[in-house]
């Protein structure tokens, strides 16, 4: 079968109006698993807004204009460490049993620091003391080629492993646990339950409608500022700045830019990305009605993304899927510019199995986004067509229709309309967050043309 240009009507967005929530439980079994994996006295998680992640997985806080520490000790201690407008914000906590404690070292600069002004005896007060270990969880973590010292290497600000080593008795007794969370397989954050998919499906479904709306309504004559206006942001949490970018033959399309005042004229590559917790979706192509050499292209790199959908399943080998994917691009001159999928959730990146001579193997429960991003293009091209989707066996599907009856509805009617529209079979292991999936259409001034097997 080959790949052609067909028209398709894109099914409806049906995207609920209300987030699905974690149940406490789930919170507390987190923390239990992590702390007892980690096996220390202390574990020490750390946030700011940037790197909100692995805090928000295990207690449903993120910190918004402050840094956050989530200790998780003895006798299911659980204890917040906040600063002065973190204090206000820590009931959207869903973590039971959550104590929280204001160390206004936390606090941005010049707010009053009269009341607990020292991190040190904050720490120490809630239980930390010398001659206990202790893990640190940071935003990601170093891999052995990249680090040759016996002391573990934090991604986490000096200050905290400086006052952690001192209350511990030294730096020996701070062990890296960022991997019991951020681990590609092993870790907790690697592999999600039914309530987890179900969230995420809800944000990767409104970032897939926010995108689609800003490929059908970007034409000619409106700036990058009008055309992601169009998006119909309601305040979902991003994982990502908006991103929306255009440019003509003379310049590169750069992906990751914000949008700004350029004018988009017709041939110019414009490309659109919106991420929200659970899943990012991007487009890219041209704003025009047709143009030969550039379908010739978006072809080769469909016929990537089929490779991806149609090699990726449970207990495949992430070199598997690389070879898969870069095979069929190099065929056109193609390859993917990063790692042809990766895993996600309350950040657009955790880690990846899907990598060069990888031997992970994909799990039931792993949130993947599959992004392939093609390079090398010309000047004033984009290609892109990115979304979620979770890998899920026979229980935890069962579990996801039975908890979440309607999401599991809305999954099984996506596939249905790949396999029924775009000529694709997905495998039933794999669970499409986006509204869109495989919808790429390479023109934007035919948003309904879709390319398809034929």
């Known amino acids: 079968m080959r790949v052609a240009l067909r028209d398709v009507a894109v099914p409806a967005f049906d995207v609920p109006l ?10 507390e079994m987190r923390c239990n698993a992590t702390y007892t994996r980690a096996g220390c006295d202390w574990l020490v998680v750390y946030a700011d807004r940037e790197h909100l992640a692995n805090i928000a997985f295990l207690s449903g806080f993120e910190p918004r204009f402050e840094e956050a520490l989530l200790l998780l000790g003895p006798g299911n201690r659980r204890v917040l460490v906040v600063g002065n407008e973190g204090e206000g914000y820590a009931p959207v906590a869903g973590l039971p049993g959550l104590e929280v404690v204001l160390a206004q070292s936390m606090s941005l600069m010049g707010q009053d620091r009269s009341r607990k002004p020292d991190l040190a005896a904050v720490l120490k007060d809630a239980g930390l003391n010398a001659g206990q270990t202790m893990g640190l969880i940071g935003w990601k973590y170093l891999e052995k080629a990249e680090w040759n010292d016996p002391s573990p290497g934090f991604f986490v600000p000096h200050y905290l492993v400086a006052i952690l080593s001192r209350i511990a008795g030294g730096q020996d007794a701070l062990r890296d646990a960022t991997p019991t969370l951020m681990h590609a397989v092993t870790g907790l954050r690697a592999t ?27 034409r000619p004559g409106v700036s990058e500022l009008e055309a992601a206006s169009v998006m119909g942001y309601a305040g979902e949490v991003l994982t990502a700045h908006v991103m929306v970018a255009t440019s003509d033959a003379r310049h590169e399309v750069i992906g990751m830019r914000s949008p700004g005042g350029r004018i988009v004229n017709h041939g110019d590559g414009a490309t659109a990305a919106i991420g929200y917790w659970g899943g990012l979706s991007a487009r890219a192509g041209l704003v025009a009605e047709y143009d030969e050499a550039f379908l010739k292209v978006a072809t080769a790199y469909f016929e990537g993304l089929i490779a991806w959908y149609e090699t990726a399943d449970i207990g495949v080998s992430g070199q598997t899927i690389f070879d898969a994917v870069t095979s069929t691009l190099a065929r056109a001159g193609l390859r993917s510019a990063l790692n042809p999928g990766h895993l ?24 993947f986004q599959v992004d392939i991003i093609p390079e090398p293009l ?14 899920a066996d026979a229980r935890l599907r069962a579990e996801l229709g039975a908890r979440h009856p309607a ?10 309309f790949v396999r029924d529209q775009l000529g694709i079979a997905l495998k039933d292991s794999i669970l499409p967050l986006s509204p869109t999936p495989l919808c790429l259409p390479p023109f934007w001034l035919a948003p309904r043309r879709l390319l398809a097997r034929s």
């Open 378 to 391: 010309p000047k004033g091209w984009a290609l892109n067509c990115e979304d979620g989707v979770v890998f």
């Open 192 to 218: 999600i339950d039914a309530d987890q998919i179900a969230l995420h499906e809800w944000g990767a479904a409104r970032a897939s409608a926010a995108v689609w709306r800003i490929v059908e309504r970007t």
């Open 344 to 367: 996600t959730g309350h950040d657009e990146w955790i880690h990846t199995p899907v990598r060069p001579g990888s031997a992970d193997r994909i799990a039931s429960g792993m949130p």
């Open 18 to 27: 209300d987030p699905p929530r974690i149940p406490s439980a789930a919170y």
């Open 407 to 416: 999401v599991l509805e809305r999954i099984d009617a996506r596939r249905r």
